[in-house]
């Protein structure tokens, strides 16, 4: 009797294999996992097979309940696999598994590439199983077999046995062979304890450790199982050539990871030859899950957890109206609607990993329908979408929308892949854009950008439904590049509003395609809208060429004012785009037209770019402490810089703006940061966004609301405007100088000023951001700086290169005078609250002692921090308070009359 099949005589069955599951669905995979892609499944020829093969789903019956039900016969056999390999594997017997935090969690590559061999209680794929046309691979996050050799995982050590008694199955060993096993990409000590603990379960085994690059291929070949890591100095072409040809021969695999939660740049392409992937160098693994599996059977295991038991529940509730819940019952404006579990269980959970899924083949540019009998599943469900697509109104409300409408519309939102020939527009877009572009002939660009971190805009607009074409024509291969549409952030849809808040798909902005160099995409999208490029690194110029699109508003620097306002007021598209070197504006239309009607002064698209340059790019970012590119540089940082040998933070990146929806209230910062108004280049609202992106949390006084530290960033601006524009209105915000001078001379009336004027505080921003103005003011008016809005910049410095060295202990103790704090411990100086820290930073900065200033106002600070200051020996700033003659008096001059006290 063959020794190692015993257990598994009776398989007719093998994981992901040769099952043959019910004629309305076909049979299951049936060639090798080995080309990079996963296996076949062979369907009947139907009108859903045509659609699957050709990938239009015009040719889908008119009835989605057919294909709602392939889709769950097509996972029934899948499961009915996992079923067979895992009593094969595990019986009826429990299941305890702790690879501890030190471990890798994995994702499939496809869905019927692998499947779970283990999964945690939390959900995670501890390990994965895979069989293809009797090709047997085994992949676990930890090397299980160091563990137990070391005496840990005890309770899995019959279960390893017979895992490895299934890996050694398509050897046909009887109990007299030599079971040969090879070793890759593991340690001496990592291969010497996996020997050593396979050695105790099989007598005549014999081991080597392939290390040798240019005899690998040999070394491996006549083993029965190749067990292989990720480390190791062999080269990506070298594993992958050896790997191929063990696929070939049907050498069963398993993988043991011994990088602990990390990866090395191998482990991906290893993991390929297992259907599996997990996540990028640097990523957490398992250290913060600690997931871990505790079941009394492998059928209590499945019934928990797995990817496709989920889509398989999703895809009948969906077919039979059979959630458990109602969307109205969500909160408002709760996006994941995490009051009702049962909504992330039943929908959330398995639609979330499908776009996950999805979009990782969209990003590699893989018109996976031109794959004969590869991706199977994906396809069929990616076609369901389509299929609901179809029949979306927009606006919906959860409040009145069925569940069922509400959540087809919410699936297809998800399950979006644009690498396609054949993807319908879809019918209602909701308030993003009309659908009818027949008013447009598609034409065609050639496009010369210099690369530019995070991305610039392409000038080009890709029509929905109508395929277009980009080929990069540039000879940087090196250097990469992706295509994307559109530019929203999905937050800015928001379906759980409670007024028709689910007004226009949810993900407009398109997974990326990474295009390399002499490559030609083909790109569908249902949604249309303008194509940006996304770039890694800064200064490369690169060439596109673009087939089929349509060419909306579009203004770069060198082209004509003219034709991009004539363009704009011909409204044949909703959106329009103006690209400056260091700022690009993606916007409505209309509200583009909203923009250049603001002011005269920046009513054609080559002014508003000079003056974006020079106050939403140049004054903001100096006033961040940044330089770069048509940044003017301010020579009292500089000075101060040199002076401490701190080190100026290069600003080369582009700030993008959506002038559309905001993710986060009326605007919400970021890159892009997005508004429900139009761009206004010295509106208080942008520069504010962009102020959030840039501010510190440390420039307010203790107990201030976050926005105190925000507008410094959209005040200075202004302020320069105000000199360098005559008749410019900066329309400043009236802040509380009346307020907080009554309060002062009311505090001087009592016994205990400053405990009157801490009664006196709010956690206003108006109030926190007033007080620092203030300290401005003292600087300017004593002659220690020309503009005292040059502090905030020298307080950036000086902030960055306190938190580098208070990142360790040597640093600091080499740096902390040079930092103003030479009396403090690294650990005291990381503890200070940011009283102590202001007080100290700011009068170092300024070179002007503050404690007359904080004690007039009633703002406490530490008796250690108060000898930092003294140790200084600086002069004192003045009991004065600055009075404007008006509340936004501070942008037309920091120079304001003063009340002695």
Same mark, same amino acid.
Do not use: C
């Given at each position: 009797m063959n020794k190692y099949s015993f257990l598994f005589l009776l398989s007719l069955t093998a994981c992901g294999g040769e099952n043959t599951p019910s004629a309305s669905s076909g049979s299951l995979p049936d060639t090798p996992y080995d080309n990079g892609h996963p296996p076949a499944i062979t369907l009947p020829q139907d009108p859903i097979s045509k659609a699957v093969q050709q990938g239009d789903p015009a040719l889908l019956p008119a009835d989605a309940a057919l294909l709602e039900q392939r889709i769950t016969d097509l996972i029934d056999a899948e499961q009915t696999a996992l079923t067979v390999t895992h009593q094969q594997i595990f019986g009826n017997k429990a299941i305890d598994y702790d690879p501890s935090r030190n471990s890798r969690l994995f994702s499939l590559q496809a869905l019927t590439s692998a499947k779970e061999l283990i999964t945690g209680n939390q959900g995670n794929t501890l390990a994965t199983v895979s069989e293809q046309q009797s090709r047997r691979s085994v992949a676990f996050g930890s090397n299980i077999l160091r563990d137990?050799?070391?005496?840990?995982?005890t309770a899995f050590a019959s279960h390893m046995k017979s895992i490895t008694d299934w890996l050694l199955v398509p050897a046909s060993l009887t109990e007299k062979d030599t079971v040969s096993v090879s070793f890759m990409l593991l340690?001496?000590? /990592?291969?010497?304890?996996?020997?050593?603990?396979?050695a105790s379960r099989y007598p005549t085994i014999e081991t080597t450790l392939c290390s040798n690059q240019a005899q690998l291929a040999e070394c491996l070949s006549s083993a029965h199982l190749i067990i292989t890591g990720s480390s190791g100095a062999l080269s990506e072409s070298a594993v992958q050539?050896?790997?191929? @040809?063990?696929?070939?021969?049907?050498?069963?695999?398993?993988?043991?990871?011994?990088?602990?939660w990390n990866a090395t740049p191998l482990t991906n392409l290893v993991l390929t030859y297992f259907g599996a992937q997990t996540e990028e160098i640097g990523g957490a693994g398992n250290y913060f899950s600690q997931d871990k599996a505790n079941w009394t059977s492998a059928a209590d295991m499945r019934s928990e957890t797995g990817l496709l038991a989920q889509i398989h529940a999703l895809v009948k509730h969906l077919q039979y109206d059979s959630f458990s819940f109602s969307v109205a019952d969500c909160e408002d404006d709760n996006a994941n609607c995490s009051n009702i579990p049962a909504f992330n269980r039943e929908f959330l959970s398995p639609a979330g990993s499908l776009r996950q899924l999805i979009g990782s083949l969209d990003a590699t540019a893989t018109d996976i329908f031109a794959l004969p009998g590869q991706y199977t599943l994906?396809? %069929?469900?990616?076609?369901? @979408?389509?299929?609901?697509?179809?029949?979306?109104?927009?606006?919906?409300?959860?409040?009145?929308a069925s569940t069922l409408a509400f959540l087809k519309s919410y699936y297809a939102d998800h399950l979006v892949y644009n690498a396609r020939r054949f993807n319908p527009v879809q019918p209602d877009l909701g308030n993003f854009s009309r659908t009818d572009f027949s008013h447009i002939t598609p034409t065609e660009k050639n496009v010369t950008l210099v690369s530019r971190q995070p991305w610039r805009a392409a000038g080009v607009y890709a029509l929905p439904g109508q395929t277009f074409s980009v080929t990069r024509t540039d000879n940087n291969d090196a250097v990469a590049a992706s295509i994307f549409i559109n530019t929203q952030r999905p937050a800015s849809t928001k379906q759980m509003a409670v007024s028709n808040g689910y007004n226009r798909p949810k993900y407009l902005q398109s997974h990326r395609l990474?295009?390399?160099?002499?490559?030609?995409?083909?790109?569908?999208?249902?949604?249309?809208?303008?194509?940006?490029?996304?770039?890694?690194?800064?200064?490369? @110029?690169?060439?596109?060429?673009?087939? /089929?699109?349509?060419? %909306?508003?579009?203004?770069q620097p060198g082209q004509n004012d003219a034709a991009f306002l004539a363009a704009l007021n011909n409204n044949a598209f909703d959106w329009a785009e103006v690209a400056t070197e260091h700022f690009e504006i993606h916007s409505r239309n209309k509200r583009m037209q909203t923009t250049l009607s603001e002011n005269s002064r920046w009513d054609t698209p080559g002014e508003m770019a000079d003056f974006i340059t020079t106050y939403h790019h140049s004054a903001l970012r100096a006033l961040a402490g940044s330089q770069g590119e048509n940044i003017a540089p301010i020579s009292e940082v500089q000075s101060f810089a040199d002076q401490h040998q701190f080190s100026v933070p290069t600003w080369d990146k582009i700030q993008h703006m959506n002038a559309d929806q905001p993710t986060c209230g009326y605007g919400c910062s970021g890159n892009p940061y997005d508004a429900g108004w139009a761009f206004s280049i010295l509106g208080h609202g942008d520069l504010h966004e962009v102020g959030h992106n840039v501010e510190s949390g440390r420039f307010k006084f203790n107990g201030f609301e976050g926005h105190a530290t925000t507008n410094f960033y959209s005040y200075y601006p202004k302020s320069l405007a105000a000199?360098?524009?005559?008749?410019?209105?900066h329309q400043c915000q009236s802040l509380p100088f009346d307020d907080l001078l009554a309060d002062i001379e009311q505090s001087q009336l009592t016994a205990d000023p400053m405990a009157y004027m801490a009664s006196r505080y709010s956690s206003s921003w108006s109030q926190g951001v007033t007080l620092i103005i203030q300290m401005l003011m003292h600087a300017q008016d004593q002659g220690l700086l020309a503009n005292g809005w040059h502090l905030i910049p020298r307080l950036h410095l000086l902030e960055k290169a306190f938190s580098q060295a208070?990142?360790?202990?040597?640093?600091?103790?080499?740096?902390k005078a040079t930092l103003g704090f030479a009396n403090f411990t690294r650990e005291e100086a990381r503890a200070l609250d940011n009283n102590d820290w202001l007080l100290i930073a700011a009068s170092y900065a300024a070179g002007l002692d503050y404690r007359p200033y904080l004690d007039l106002m009633g703002l406490t600070y530490s008796t250690k921090a108060g000898y930092q200051v003294a140790a200084f020996g600086l002069p004192a700033a003045e009991r004065v308070f600055f009075k404007p003659l008006s509340n936004n008096g501070y942008c037309d001059s920091l120079s304001q009359p003063k009340v002695y006290f």
């Open positions: 137990l050799d070391a005496g840990e995982n340690s001496n000590s /990592q291969y010497n304890q996996s020997k050593n603990w396979l050539a050896a790997l191929s @040809a063990a696929a070939a021969r049907k050498q069963s695999l398993l993988y043991v990871h011994t990088n602990s994906e396809k %069929h469900l990616i076609l369901l @979408a389509d299929k609901y697509r179809e029949a979306v109104q927009f606006p919906m409300s959860k409040n009145t990474a295009i390399k160099a002499g490559q030609t995409l083909t790109i569908t999208s249902p949604y249309g809208g303008p194509i940006q490029i996304g770039f890694t690194d800064k200064g490369t @110029a690169m060439t596109f060429s673009f087939r /089929q699109i349509g060419l %909306h508003p579009y203004w000199i360098n524009e005559p008749g410019y209105d208070a990142g360790d202990n040597s640093d600091w103790e080499a740096k």
